[in-house]
């Protein structure tokens, strides 16, 4: 069965400091993966996606991932956070063909100033 | 901007009084999907469409019902809501089968009196 984890709930670190949030996966096949950032009280928003190629992808606010089969992991990184990145995060799989989405349980960032 | 548009944005209902949520997009993208939301959590799937061919998780209640009556338009019925049915109600859109992104819209926060 398909599944995606999200192992740390919560993460807090200082503005400016680097940033990485993990996600592994469960699948089959080759996956479609999707990191999406929710602000409180709003939809989510894709931040980026890996469909195949190049394993590291850049995405938008400057945050990249990179797709590591050997570990089914697609982990998400940003070298300097700033204060506005404060949101959940939530890694998802696609699964082709059956129109489905898995969402991890999402982790919370926190900014210290 | 083309986008998904959900309306409401915030939606108070009564304990059993129907109510409907509503979802437009302007992306004339194929599928849609509803999903809930609640605090702390992963979005989970209620059902979608693709096209006119609805599809329903295994595990939504028979109180959730939705209607699609065109590409642009999906909405969802909650016939007799319980207080565990307060929740955040996220449509997505996607403009084909899975692999690709889904776009969200802002959501619906419903709330049972």
């Known amino acids: 069965a398909q599944s995606v984890t999200q192992p740390d709930i919560h993460i807090t670190v200082s503005e400016g400091a680097s940033l990485e949030l993990r996600c592994n996966y469960s699948?089959?096949?080759?996956?479609?993966l999707f990191w999406y950032v929710q602000s409180p009280g709003q939809g989510l928003q894709l931040l980026l996606k890996y469909f195949s190629g190049d394993t590291l992808v850049q995405g938008i606010k400057g945050f990249e991932a990179e797709f590591k089969r050997s570990q089914s992991s697609f982990n998400l990184r940003k070298p300097s956070v700033h204060w506005s990145d404060a949101a959940e995060y939530f890694c998802?799989?696609?699964?082709?063909?059956?129109?489905?989405?898995?969402f991890g349980s999402g982790t919370k960032l926190n900014v210290k100033p | 901007d083309a986008m998904v548009i959900q309306n409401p944005r915030y939606q108070v209902t009564q304990f059993g009084k129907p109510v409907t949520l509503s979802c437009s997009q302007t992306?004339?993208?194929?599928?849609m999907y509803w999903y809930q939301q609640k605090s702390s959590q992963a979005p989970k799937l209620l059902f979608h469409?693709?096209?006119?061919?609805?599809?329903n998780e295994a595990d939504t209640p028979d109180n959730f019902q939705s209607r699609r009556p065109n590409t642009s338009f999906c909405f969802l019925d909650i016939r007799s809501p319980g207080l565990g049915d307060a929740a955040m109600y996220l449509c997505?859109?996607?403009?084909?089968?899975?692999?690709?992104?889904?776009?969200f819209g802002d959501g619906t926060r419903l709330s049972i009196l």
């Open positions: 992306l004339n993208h194929n599928v």
């Open positions: 699948y089959g096949a080759t996956p479609y």
């Open positions: 998802a799989v696609g699964v082709y063909n059956f129109n489905k989405f898995y």
């Open positions: 997505a859109t996607s403009r084909d089968k899975a692999g690709q992104p889904q776009h």
């Open positions: 469409y693709y096209d006119k061919d609805f599809n």
